[in-house]
């Protein structure tokens, strides 16, 4: 067995360290054992799958025991959690974050054996979660929780597995669908696929995204089931506490930001109040060298600019947006020469919208077009560094790099706004939605452990700086 405990008083660490040890002697059970002192040190070693057990005290300093459990929970949904307290009153809370067990201090002897020895049991039977397989090259088991998707070609199964392993085996959809759709994590969306609902990304109107990136189909008479079934599952997740606000479908949408260039106020403030009534945040410039100034303090989701401004003219400035972003530059002038226009577009121009359009035309161009380029973004380039939005995976000069879903969304996010500080609450509230503010411990812990693999994976450039006193800010490199 391994396990893992984590109790700030030395006392009790002491004694339940006698215990294991006075356990494998009795059982003669080899145990790998390691102990921690606090919450930061533990969450900070964790990848998920390391432990069968965690021992976690429900009272420690900073972050307690059940925020630890809510952590340990988005990387691994199968360890068995046992909680730890000279009190009861925490017991019914911790089924909330799906608890194995409550054990009230001092532990005594007789509880704790039995406790291992129901545990030990359950992992010498473990084959009874699973199924065997028989491929072409070997016999294997296969542990539900580690099957994504099955799929048939060509009267050939392939089972594809979490770790990206794929066993094929000659054999028939219907020998294995009663096994598969017996459990409440597996749906059938096509005649030719099976899905692990929880390495499902996202549902889309044909297919399932699942989190490798493959899509998998979904025949249209199963759309609307398909649909209804993860997003229960969603929901169920969620109130077990498996499921974060940064996994929610959906969850990064929000106003869009685009930058209006135009040395005119009044044309400004017609385009922008249109823009606003649409729910946008607009900055406007009325020069290039101001619009590049608020290019580089924030993201836009699309930058719609004059031809005729004061110095560089918009051609220009255009040709300078196109070398440092990959966003939408509409420009929205009164110049309706067909030259012009097409000089607009040679100089990256994605439209040319003429000021003698109607403004609901206008919208519908402008918002078409953010639509457009967000459904197509797949992933995000800052120098070295890669953003893979529908694998989810981070290369550094093409090193694949190891991050965990909050890890990677806190980086996506800070990326998506790049030169906005973000308070370590905003980022709290951005991740963890309605759960009550710790203070800060529980951001520090991820921004220190996000930090130290950006650094150390390339030393050339600190891609998220710490300002003092005020929060992180993400800062891609010079082109």
């Not at 959690?81 to 017991?91: I, T």
């Not at 608020?294 to 110095?311: R, S």
């Amino acid at each position: 067995m391994r396990i893992a405990v984590c109790d700030d008083d030395g006392a009790d660490i002491s004694r339940i360290r006698k215990l294991i040890a006075e356990y494998q002697i009795s059982r003669k059970e080899s145990i790998d054992c390691h102990y921690y002192t606090n919450s930061i040190d533990f969450l900070s070693e964790l990848k998920g799958g390391e432990y069968d057990i965690v021992l976690l005290n429900v009272r420690m300093p900073g972050i307690g025991g059940m925020q630890a459990a809510q952590e340990l929970r988005e990387l691994d949904k199968n360890v068995r959690l046992v909680f730890v307290s000279a009190s009861p009153e925490y017991a019914v809370e911790s089924y909330s974050v799906g608890a194995y067990y409550y054990l009230l201090k001092p532990i005594e002897k007789a509880s704790f054996f039995t406790l291992l020895d129901k545990i030990r049991g359950e992992l010498s039977t473990q084959i009874e979660q699973g199924f065997i397989l028989k491929s072409r090259e070997e016999v294997v088991w296969i542990a539900f929780a580690r099957l994504a998707y099955v799929e048939v070609i060509d009267k050939t199964l392939y089972f594809h597995l979490s770790e990206g392993a794929v066993r094929e085996v000659n054999a028939a959809l219907v020998d294995f669908e009663r096994k598969l759709l017996s459990r409440p994590e597996f749906l059938k969306t096509h005649r030719s696929y099976l899905v692990n609902l929880s390495y499902i990304q996202a549902v889309e109107n044909d297919c399932v995204v699942m989190k490798n990136g493959h899509k998998v189909p979904v025949s249209r008479r199963r759309r609307g089931q398909v649909q209804d079934i993860y997003m229960h599952f969603l929901h169920r997740a969620e109130a077990k506490g498996f499921v974060s606000a940064a996994d929610k479908p959906g969850h990064f949408d929000g106003p869009w930001r685009i930058l209006l260039v135009d040395d005119d106020p009044s044309e400004r403030a017609v385009w922008a109040d249109i823009m606003r009534s649409h729910g946008c945040i607009v900055k406007t410039a009325d020069n290039g060298e101001d619009a590049l100034r608020l290019a580089a303090d924030g993201p836009c989701d699309c930058i719609l600019l004059d031809v005729m401004l004061p110095g560089e003219d918009g051609f220009s400035i255009c040709e300078r947006f196109r070398k440092v972003m990959n966003i939408p530059i509409i420009f929205l002038s009164c110049l309706t020469e067909t030259d012009k226009q097409v000089e607009g577009f040679a100089a990256g121009g994605i439209d040319y919208i003429t000021k003698d359009t109607p403004a609901a035309l206008f919208w519908a161009k402008v918002e078409t077009h953010i639509r457009l380029a967000k459904a197509e973004r797949t992933q995000l380039y800052y120098g070295p560094l890669i953003l893979d939005l529908t694998r989810r995976r981070v290369q550094v000069e093409e090193k694949e790099l190891s991050f965990t879903p909050i890890e990677f969304d806190i980086l996506r996010y800070l990326s998506e706004h790049a030169g906005r500080i973000f308070t370590p609450e905003e980022i709290y509230n951005m991740i963890w939605g309605g759960r009550p503010w710790d203070g800060g411990q529980l951001v520090q812990m991820h921004m220190s452990r996000l930090r130290r693999k950006l650094e150390k994976a390339w030393e050339g450039h600190r891609f998220i700086e710490a300002v003092w006193g005020r929060g992180y800010r993400f800062v891609p490199p010079k082109q």
